[in-house]
């Protein structure tokens, strides 16, 4: 296993083959909530008004043949707990989705608990959908006595109001279920900084050297009566006992951390200069979801915070991380971010090229840096996963010219305004100053687009005459055609016919108005014949013009 890989593909399928015992420190993993919904991924990109949706893992929601294929394993091949929780919860719940679920999920829970340390932990990050039955689940597979917290991570966002009469309070929190392998885990409790404010409100006794302090009790409440703890000291014995044994409230006298009331009663001092700030609990409330530069408009990101704050409770640097289900890589953004090694696994390919732009963009980490596992290299393996799922064929083909994927594709139909369009690369076409008139490039930016089509097979020259008609409706400068297989003469012909464009600021250099591109060409190395250079000139400058431009510039960075 090697670090900075990206595996594309089923989790339960790589955690088998390809991950071996005891390889990881620390695991976080955001699985697809189960909602009664089918779970789509929205990426709002592309083309205006359209939204690209995949619809990840979404035929393991539904108790099918392959689902009651993973249920009938757990309990005939699994041990004795794991078996008859699954029995216990098919009583319960009954053959359906949620069931089919919790099979999935236990199936991939047995694969992490293989595949980390015995020093290690986990973190589940779930909602009140299904929390309840993960955390049996997670009793069964850990041991229960290895939980350790259930993490109240509140989101700070509404939820969208609604026409109906509300009749349930809103859900505004997410849960996060923390167990570790053994009780020999790491573990370091992280502390908030507080605000100069909050620490004089907080520390606000001053003492005759101006250090600021507060009291608190050194006394046993009530409740908490130690027989053994109750002595004297300078003249004092508290009722219900001391918090500590004689020698130690001894030495923290002589270290002037004692304060005497005028009534004789002993306070512990604590002050501001020796404070490290307030350790955190199980309720986060100060971590806001992801927004502006951070936000990458994938609905189900994290925010980073989030990440580093499980990370650097639960690893130290150099450890190994795995997100089982990586998304748009928030946990490996993370641990790259605090030097430790990572690994991520998602299903989607969508995810991944994602993931590959965000590192480049973050860390100038190129695809030479990062191991990039389950991908095609070669057309044999582009056709095989063309083969496997055509609509993951086509996110790959995609990220071959950097392209933004603008399907809006939902159970399998095409809707919206981008009828046809796969894909759309977008490049500067104009420059213009305030007046409007062409500028130096420190004025407005005009955006022009080149809409892109995929075929894994059957390409014909309909489909080019087609892509034509497409980009006048879609107001493109060009088309741009990938296909698996060579494109025959007629194609060519119609593509030439087509004609070229040229932009303002190319000085009338000449571009094709359609191109037709093979997976094979694209694997050599070849690119499409766009103004590219000025986009790479205006990466270098996106920096300090960012503020200007509208929001479209962080989305042309990430891509
Ligand atoms: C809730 S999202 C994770 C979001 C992530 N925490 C982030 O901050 O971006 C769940 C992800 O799991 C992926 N996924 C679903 N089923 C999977 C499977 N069987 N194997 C690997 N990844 C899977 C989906 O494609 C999706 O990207």
Same mark, same amino acid.
Not at 179 to 186: P, R, S, V
Not at 272 to 286: A, F, I, L, P, R
Not at 297 to 311: F, G, H, S, V
Not at 387 to 406: Q, R, S, T, V
């Given at each position: 296993?090697?670090?900075?890989?990206?595996?594309?593909?089923?989790?339960?399928?790589?955690?088998?083959?390809?991950?071996?015992?005891?390889?990881?420190?620390?695991?976080?993993?955001?699985?697809?909530?189960?909602?009664?919904?089918?779970?789509? @991924?929205?990426?709002?990109?592309?083309?205006?008004?359209?939204?690209?949706?995949?619809?990840?893992?979404?035929?393991?929601?539904?108790?099918?043949?392959?689902?009651? /294929?993973?249920?009938?394993?757990?309990?005939? +091949?699994?041990?004795?707990? #794991?078996?008859?929780?699954?029995?216990?919860?098919?009583?319960? #719940?009954?053959?359906?989705?949620?069931?089919?679920?919790?099979?999935?999920?236990?199936?991939?829970?047995?694969?992490?608990?293989?595949?980390?340390?015995?020093?290690?932990?986990?973190?589940?990050?779930?909602?009140?959908?299904?929390?309840?039955?993960?955390? #049996?689940?997670?009793?069964?597979?850990?041991?229960?006595?290895?939980?350790?917290?259930?993490?109240?991570? +509140?989101?700070?966002?509404?939820? !969208?109001?609604?026409?109906?009469?509300?009749?349930?309070?809103?859900?505004?929190?997410?849960?996060?279920?923390?167990?570790?392998?053994?009780?020999?885990?790491?573990?370091?409790?992280?502390?908030?900084?507080?605000?100069?404010?909050?620490?004089?409100?907080?520390?606000? +006794?001053?003492?005759?050297?101006?250090?600021?302090?507060?009291?608190?009790?050194?006394?046993?409440?009530?409740?908490?009566?130690?027989?053994?703890?109750?002595?004297?000291?300078?003249?004092?014995?508290?009722?219900?006992?001391?918090?500590?044994?004689?020698?130690?409230?001894?030495?923290?006298?002589?270290?002037?951390?004692?304060?005497?009331?005028?009534?004789?009663?002993?306070?512990?001092?604590?002050?501001?200069?020796?404070?490290?700030?307030?350790?955190?609990?199980? @309720?986060?409330?100060?971590?806001?979801?992801?927004?502006?530069?951070?936000?990458?408009?994938?609905?189900?990101?994290?925010?980073?915070?989030?990440?580093?704050?499980?990370?650097?409770?639960?690893?130290?640097?150099?450890?190994?991380?795995?997100?089982?289900?990586?998304?748009?890589?928030?946990?490996?953004?993370?641990?790259?971010?605090?030097?430790?090694?990572?690994?991520?696994?998602?299903?989607?390919?969508?995810?991944?090229?994602?993931?590959?732009?965000?590192?480049?963009?973050?860390?100038?980490?190129?695809?030479?840096?990062?191991?990039?596992?389950?991908?095609?290299?070669?057309?044999?393996?582009?056709?095989?996963?063309?083969?496997?799922?055509?609509?993951?064929?086509?996110?790959?083909?995609?990220?071959?010219?950097?392209?933004?994927?603008?399907?809006?594709?939902?159970?399998?139909?095409?809707?919206?305004?981008?009828?046809?369009?796969?894909?759309?690369?977008?490049?500067?076409?104009?420059?213009?100053?305030?007046?409007?008139?062409?500028?130096?490039?420190?004025?407005?930016?005009?955006?022009?687009?080149?809409?892109?089509?995929?075929?894994?097979?059957?390409?014909?020259?309909?489909?080019?005459?087609?892509?034509?008609?497409?980009?006048?409706?879609?107001?493109?400068?060009?088309?741009?055609? #990938?296909?698996?297989?060579?494109?025959?003469?007629?194609?060519?012909?119609?593509?030439?016919?087509?004609?070229?464009?040229?932009?303002?600021?190319?000085?009338?250099?000449?571009?094709?108005?359609?191109?037709?591109?093979?997976?094979?060409?694209?694997?050599?190395?070849?690119?499409?014949?766009?103004?590219?250079?000025?986009? !790479?000139?205006?990466?270098?400058?996106?920096?300090?013009?960012?503020?200007?431009?509208?929001?479209?510039? /962080?989305?042309?960075?990430?891509?």
């Amino acid at each position: 296993m090697q670090n900075k890989t990206l595996y594309f593909g089923d989790n339960l399928e790589i955690l088998r083959k390809k991950i071996p015992d005891e390889s990881f420190d620390l695991i976080y993993l955001d699985p697809p909530f189960n909602s009664s919904r089918s779970y789509n @991924v929205l990426f709002q990109e592309g083309l205006r008004d359209s939204e690209a949706q995949v619809r990840a893992f979404e035929d393991s929601w539904h108790w099918t043949r392959e689902s009651k /294929q993973t249920f009938d394993y757990l309990v005939t +091949k699994t041990n004795e707990g #794991i078996s008859n929780l699954m029995l216990a919860l098919e009583k319960v #719940i009954g053959h359906n989705d949620m069931l089919a679920y919790l099979a999935m999920m236990t199936a991939r829970l047995i694969e992490l608990h293989r595949v980390l340390k015995k020093t290690g932990s986990l973190y589940l990050h779930c909602d009140p959908t299904a929390s309840h039955y993960l955390k #049996i689940v997670l009793d069964a597979v850990f041991g229960k006595e290895h939980f350790r917290n259930e993490i109240i991570w +509140k989101r700070q966002t509404a939820k !969208k109001g609604s026409q109906f009469k509300k009749r349930t309070y809103g859900n505004s929190f997410d849960s996060i279920l923390f167990y570790t392998k053994t009780d020999e885990y790491q573990f370091k409790i992280p502390l908030i900084q507080l605000t100069e404010n909050e620490l004089e409100q907080k520390f606000n +006794k001053i003492d005759e050297q101006g250090r600021r302090y507060r009291l608190d009790r050194v006394t046993l409440p009530r409740m908490m009566a130690r027989q053994n703890l109750r002595y004297e000291y300078k003249g004092y014995t508290p009722e219900y006992g001391w918090m500590m044994e004689k020698g130690k409230l001894r030495k923290l006298d002589e270290e002037g951390r004692l304060y005497w009331s005028k009534d004789g009663k002993a306070y512990r001092k604590y002050f501001m200069d020796s404070y490290e700030g307030q350790e955190v609990s199980n @309720v986060w409330t100060d971590i806001f979801v992801a927004s502006g530069d951070e936000s990458l408009k994938y609905p189900t990101q994290k925010p980073l915070a989030l990440l580093e704050r499980i990370i650097q409770a639960s690893s130290n640097e150099g450890d190994w991380i795995l997100d089982s289900f990586c998304g748009c890589g928030t946990t490996v953004v993370a641990a790259e971010k605090l030097n430790r090694h990572w690994v991520g696994i998602d299903i989607t390919a969508l995810a991944i090229n994602l993931i590959k732009h965000r590192l480049k963009k973050q860390f100038d980490l190129g695809t030479k840096q990062i191991n990039l596992d389950g991908l095609p290299n070669d057309v044999n393996g582009a056709r095989e996963l063309f083969k496997k799922d055509p609509f993951e064929f086509e996110y790959w083909a995609l990220d071959l010219i950097n392209a933004m994927p603008a399907q809006s594709k939902s159970q399998g139909q095409m809707r919206g305004a981008d009828r046809g369009v796969d894909g759309v690369v977008t490049f500067i076409k104009n420059t213009t100053d305030g007046n409007g008139k062409n500028g130096n490039g420190n004025g407005k930016w005009e955006y022009g687009k080149a809409i892109v089509q995929v075929k894994g097979g059957g390409a014909q020259r309909s489909h080019i005459a087609t892509l034509k008609g497409d980009i006048e409706r879609e107001k493109a400068e060009a088309g741009i055609f #990938i296909t698996l297989e060579k494109p025959t003469q007629p194609m060519i012909k119609e593509a030439v016919d087509a004609g070229i464009f040229t932009t303002p600021i190319t000085n009338k250099a000449e571009f094709p108005k359609i191109q037709i591109l093979t997976v094979d060409e694209l694997l050599s190395g070849h690119k499409p014949n766009l103004p590219q250079g000025l986009i !790479k000139n205006y990466y270098k400058e996106a920096k300090s013009i960012e503020k200007k431009n509208n929001s479209m510039t /962080q989305k042309m960075m990430m891509f």
